[in-house]
C-alpha cells in the first residue's frame, strides 16, 4: 500500500512496496506473540499506535498539504477529554465514547482553521500554537467539569457490547481495537492521497500561486485537510485516554504538539509510513528515557535538535535517497 | 467587436504609472507579440488582462464583457490562463502528476475523495492528449524539478491548456531557453494558435521569434504604445526602429 | 484601575519578549520557542549573581550572560537552517527550550524561587496607591528606557537601519555587500537581550519557576499576531493590550484570565487579520 503521489510507481516497485505494507500488517497483528519475547509489554504498542495515528492525520497537514500545524495536541486532548466526559457524564459505551472525543476534536478543527489560516507559514505555526494553548488552559480551568491541572478520572474502558455479548477490554484486545481503527485510518488515508482531493492537497504544498491561478479555492482545500486532520488526530486523542484512563492537561499541551511534528520528520514527512515509523521510534525511545534517567525531558529534545540537523529528510526520506542514487 | 479590447488603459503604483493610455484590439484567432524594452510595463498589461490587479484607469472587454477588477478565478473561468516569467509548476512532482492535478481541477474534483473508474478514465485521457499535445509524454515520469527550464516551461503550457483556454497569456515563453528548447516552444505556440484555434498574447525578447510566429506586434515604450501591426509593418515603423527596434535589427543583422 | 494595572506589568513582560521574537521573526526567519526559556535563563542568571553583585549590578549583567548563550546557539545551531523550511528551525528551537527547561529545573530546582529584591524597591509609595511599589516604577521606567533606546538604534545607528532594511528585502541587502550573518547574529543578540532582561523584571516582580519562560512566550505569540505581524511598535502595543485584558479579566473572571488572550487573538484574526498595525500582504 503506498500513497500514489510519489510518482507513476512502475510495476516492481509497486509489488515491493506491497510486500513491505504486507510485512507490516503481519507484524503488527502478531505483536502480542513477539513483543514481550522482546522484553516489550502490549501497551506500549499501542500507544505506539495510538501516536501513530494521531501523527498519521497531522501529516495530512503537515507533510502533504504543507501546512505547518504546530497545535494538534490541542485535538487530541479534545478527543481524551471528550471520551472521558462522555463515559462519565453520558453513557459507559466504548464506541459512543470514541466517536464523542472524535467529534468533539474535530468539530474544533473546523472552527479554528479558517482563522488560523489568515496568515501562511511559519505565523500559521505560530496561530496554531496559540490556538492549543487555549484549549489547554480552557481544560486547566474549568475545574469542575475536566479536573483541572489534576487531569479528568473516573472513568475506564467499559467491556464492549456486541450483540449481547459483554467484551472485557484486556490489553491485548484492547490492542486489536487500536490496530484495527489505525487500519482504518490508513485506509482513509490511502484513499485520500490516490484521490483529487489529495492531489489537490499536494498541489496546495508545491505551489499556491499555480493554484490559484488555475481558479482552485486555495483556502477551501487548506481548510479540508485540516479538518480532515484534527477528526483523525482527536480519535487518537479518544483511544488514548481509553488506553490510561486518565486525560489530561498534557494531552494538550505543546510539548506534545511538538512531539507530534518531531515525529512525522523522524519519520519522513513525505512519505505514507513515515509518521508510523516516527510513532515507534519516539515512543520507545520515550519509554527507555523515563525508566533510566530523570531528565528524559532533556532527551526528548535533543530527539528534536538531532532529528533536524541531521535527519531532516526523516528515516524513510533517507532511505529513499540513498535507494534513488 | 473584437475578442479582446483594452480602452484607455493605465496602472499606477503609487506615483509611478507603469502604462498609460493603452488602447488595443486583439481578433479571435490571433497571436500577438507584445514587445519592448525593460520597464516598457508588458508584465503589468499581463497582470491587467489576467487580474492579478485591476486597472487604475479605462476598461478592458473580453468576449463581450468587461473584466475591471474580477478575481484570478473568475477569469479563469471565463477562459483567460496565464504562464508567468517566472515558471509556476509543482516541482517535486511528476510530470504526469502535475498534468493529472490541472486536469482534476479543471474538471472541478478538488474535493472529492474518490471518483468512479469511468471519471478517472477521462482524467487520464484528458492527460494523455495535453501530452501529446505538449509533446511532453516521453519525458511522463520525470521530476519537474529534476528538468531543465525548457521543459519546465512546456509543462505549464500543459497545465495552462488543461483549462481549455479561450486567451492564453504568455509571459517571456522562451526566456533563458537553448536553441533547441526555444525552437521545441515556438513551435508548440504555433500549433496551439493554428490547430487548437486558441487566441495568444505573449511577450518575448527574441526578435527573431517575434518576427517569425506572431501575427501583429504590439510595441510598448515606457508605458505607453508605441505602434502596432504586421511585422513588416512594425520593422518598416521609423519610431519603432529609433525607439527601440534599431539596435536589436542591427544585432540580428550582425 | 489595580487590576488594569497589575495587567499593565505583565503585559510589559509579554511586549518586551514580543518585541524580541519579532525581531528575530523579521531579519532571522525564526519563531524563536526557545525564546521564553532565554528568558527565564535571564532571571536565574540573575538570582544566582545577585548576592556577589546586588539588584543593579545582577540587572546589568544577567542578560548579557544570556546573550552569550543565545549566540553561541545562533552560530552553532541556527545558522545552518537560515533559508531551509522554517518548520527545522521552530522545530529545533522547540527541542531547545525542552532541553533548557529541563536543565533549569536540574541546576536551580523545580521549586519556585523567590527573587530578593533590595527592601526601598519592594514598598508601596502610599497606602492609597498600595499596587505602586517603586519596583513597578522602576520596571516600566526601564523598560520605556530600553524600548526607546532600541527603536533609536534601529533608526539612527548604522546596524539599526540595516535591521530595517533587512527586514524588508534581504536579498538586496545582501548584495550591497552587508555581511548578513553578523546582522543576523547581531539582532538576534538583541533579542536574546530583551529576552533576558524581561526576565530579570519578571523574577522580581513574579517570582522565578522553571516554566516561566514557557507559561510567558505562549501570549507573546499572541502579542504579535495582535499587534501585526511585521511592526515591532505593534508587538509592543499587543503585547500591553493583552496583558492589561488579562488583568482586568483577572479581577471579575478569574478562570478565564489565560482564555481571555486567545479570545482576542481570535477576535483580531476575524475581524482584521493582518493585527493592529500589520501592514497588508507583508511576510506571507
Known amino acids: 500500500m503506498s500513497a500514489s503521489i510519489e510518482t507513476k510507481p512502475a510495476a516492481a516497485q509497486g509489488s515491493a512496496r506491497m510486500l513491505v505494507a504486507a510485512g507490516i500488517w503481519v507484524l503488527l497483528l502478531l505483536v502480542p506473540l513477539w513483543l514481550p519475547a522482546l522484553g516489550g509489554y502490549t501497551d506500549l504498542a499501542t500507544r505506539a499506535l495510538i501516536y501513530a495515528i494521531a501523527a498519521s492525520g497531522l501529516n495530512l497537514v503537515l507533510g502533504y498539504t504543507g501546512g505547518l500545524s504546530f497545535g494538534h495536541a490541542a485535538y487530541f486532548g479534545l478527543g481524551a477529554y471528550g471520551a472521558g466526559l462522555c463515559l462519565i457524564y453520558i453513557a459507559p459505551s466504548l464506541p459512543l465514547a470514541i466517536l464523542a472525543g472524535t467529534v468533539l476534536g474535530g468539530i474544533a478543527g473546523i472552527l479554528v482553521g479558517p482563522m488560523a489560516m489568515k496568515r501562511k507559514g511559519i505565523y500559521f505555526a505560530m496561530i496554531t500554537i496559540a490556538f492549543g494553548q487555549m484549549f489547554y488552559f480552557i481544560a486547566v480551568r474549568w475545574n469542575a467539569l475536566t479536573g483541572g491541572e489534576d487531569g479528568l478520572t473516573g472513568f475506564s474502558r467499559v467491556p464492549l457490547h456486541l450483540g449481547g455479548h459483554a467484551i472485557h477490554m484486556g490489553p491485548v484486545r484492547f490492542y486489536y481495537l487500536v490496530l484495527a481503527l489505525f487500519a482504518v485510518v490508513m485506509l482513509v488515508l490511502w484513499q485520500i492521497l490516490r484521490s483529487p482531493l489529495g492531489h489537490s492537497f499536494v498541489a496546495v504544498r508545491e505551489n499556491t500561486t499555480r493554484l490559484r491561478f488555475l481558479g482552485v479555492a486555495v483556502d477551501k482545500q487548506i481548510w479540508v485537510a485540516f479538518a480532515i486532520s484534527t477528526f483523525i488526530t482527536a480519535l487518537a486523542g479518544a483511544l488514548n485516554a481509553l488506553l490510561t484512563g486518565f486525560a489530561s492537561p498534557d494531552n494538550l499541551g505543546w510539548q506534545l504538539s511538538g512531539s507530534f511534528v518531531v515525529i512525522c520528520v523522524l519519520g519522513g514527512m513525505r512519505s505514507y509510513w513515515g509518521p508510523f515509523l516516527g510513532a515507534i521510534i519516539f515512543i520507545v525511545a520515550q519509554d527507555y528515557l523515563s525508566s533510566v534517567t530523570q531528565n528524559w525531558m532533556s532527551f526528548i529534545g535533543l530527539i528534536f535538535v538531532l532529528a533536524v540537523l541531521f535527519f531532516p529528510q526523516g528515516l524513510l526520506g533517507f532511505i529513499k535517497g540513498r535507494a534513488r542514487s | ?254 | 484601575m489595580y487590576s488594569a494595572f497589575n495587567g499593565l506589568i505583565v503585559g510589559i513582560f509579554y511586549a518586551l519578549m514580543a518585541l524580541g521574537l519579532s525581531l528575530i521573526l523579521g531579519l532571522n526567519g525564526v519563531i524563536n520557542f526557545a525564546h521564553g526559556t532565554f528568558m527565564a535563563l535571564g532571571g536565574y542568571l540573575a538570582f544566582t549573581i545577585e548576592p556577589y553583585v546586588g539588584f543593579w549590578g545582577s540587572l546589568i549583567l544577567a542578560p548579557f550572560g544570556a546573550v552569550v548563550l543565545g549566540l553561541l546557539v545562533e552560530r552553532i545551531l541556527i545558522r545552518p537552517l537560515y533559508g531551509r523550511d522554517p518548520l527545522f528551525s521552530l522545530l529545533l528551537t522547540f527541542g531547545l527550550a525542552m532541553i533548557m527547561e529541563d536543565l533549569i529545573r536540574t541546576i536551580w530546582g523545580s521549586v519556585g524561587q523567590p527573587f530578593a529584591l533590595p527592601n526601598y524597591l519592594n514598598t508601596p509609595l502610599s497606602a492609597s496607591l498600595f499596587f505602586l511599589t517603586g519596583y513597578r516604577l522602576v520596571l516600566i521606567a526601564i523598560t520605556i528606557l530600553v524600548t526607546g533606546a532600541l527603536f533609536a538604534v534601529l533608526r539612527y545607528t548604522r546596524i539599526g537601519i540595516r535591521i530595517r532594511a533587512g527586514n524588508a528585502d534581504l536579498e538586496t541587502i545582501s548584495a550591497m555587500g552587508v555581511n548578513i550573518f553578523f546582522l543576523r547574529a547581531a539582532n538576534f543578540g538583541i533579542g536574546i537581550f530583551l529576552a533576558g532582561l524581561a526576565g530579570i523584571l519578571a523574577a522580581g516582580q513574579l517570582g522565578l519557576s522553571p516554566s516561566i519562560g514557557s507559561s510567558l512566550i505562549m501570549p507573546s505569540f499572541v502579542a504579535i499576531i495582535v499587534g501585526g505581524v511585521g511592526s515591532l511598535i505593534g508587538s509592543v502595543l499587543g503585547g500591553l493590550i493583552i496583558g492589561i485584558a488579562s488583568g482586568i479579566t483577572a479581577a471579575f473572571f478569574p478562570v478565564a484570565q489565560e482564555v481571555v488572550i486567545y479570545v482576542i487573538m481570535a477576535v483580531v484574526l476575524v475581524l482584521r487579520p493582518r493585527g493592529l498595525l500589520g501592514q497588508e500582504g507583508l511576510f506571507e
Not at chain 2, 507579440?33 to 492579478?52: E, V
Request: charged fraction near 20%; proline fraction near 4%; charge should be negative.
Open chain 2, 1 to 254: 467587436m473584437s475578442f479582446l479590447t483594452l480602452d484607455g488603459v493605465g496602472r499606477r503604483f503609487g506615483a509611478v504609472q507603469a502604462l498609460k493610455g493603452i488602447s488595443l484590439s486583439v481578433e479571435k484567432g490571433e497571436l500577438r507579440a507584445i514587445i519592448g524594452p525593460n520597464g516598457a510595463g508588458k508584465t503589468t498589461l499581463f497582470n491587467l488582462i489576467s487580474g492579478y490587479f485591476p486597472p487604475s484607469e479605462g476598461s478592458i472587454q473580453f468576449d463581450g464583457q468587461p473584466i475591471l477588477a474580477v478575481s484570478p478565478n473568475a477569469l479563469v473561468r471565463r477562459g483567460i490562463i496565464r504562464t508567468f516569467q517566472i515558471t509556476q509548476v509543482f516541482l517535486s512532482l511528476s510530470v504526469y502528476e502535475n498534468l493529472r492535478v490541472a486536469v482534476e481541477t479543471a474538471m472541478g474534483l478538488q474535493l472529492r475523495p474518490w471518483i468512479s473508474r469511468n471519471v478517472r478514465n477521462q482524467v487520464e485521457a484528458k492527460v494523455e492528449e495535453l501530452a501529446a499535445i505538449t509533446r511532453i509524454g516521453p519525458k511522463m515520469d520525470r521530476i519537474v524539478g529534476e528538468m531543465s527550464h525548457g521543459d519546465q516551461r512546456v509543462v505549464e503550457v500543459g497545465i495552462a491548456l488543461s483549462r481549455h483556454p479561450k486567451l492564453l497569456l504568455l509571459d517571456e515563453p522562451t526566456a533563458g531557453m537553448g536553441d533547441e528548447e526555444t525552437n521545441h516552444m515556438t513551435d508548440l505556440i504555433r500549433r496551439l494558435n493554428k490547430e487548437q484555434g486558441i487566441t495568444i498574447l505573449f511577450v518575448e525578447h527574441d526578435m527573431a521569434i517575434v518576427f517569425g510566429i506572431a501575427d501583429r506586434i504590439t510595441v510598448l515604450d515606457n508605458g505607453t504604445m508605441l505602434a502596432e501591426g504586421t511585422a513588416r509593418e512594425i520593422s518598416e515603423n521609423p519610431r519603432v526602429q529609433s525607439a527601440y527596434l534599431g539596435n536589436a535589427l542591427e544585432e540580428n543583422a550582425a
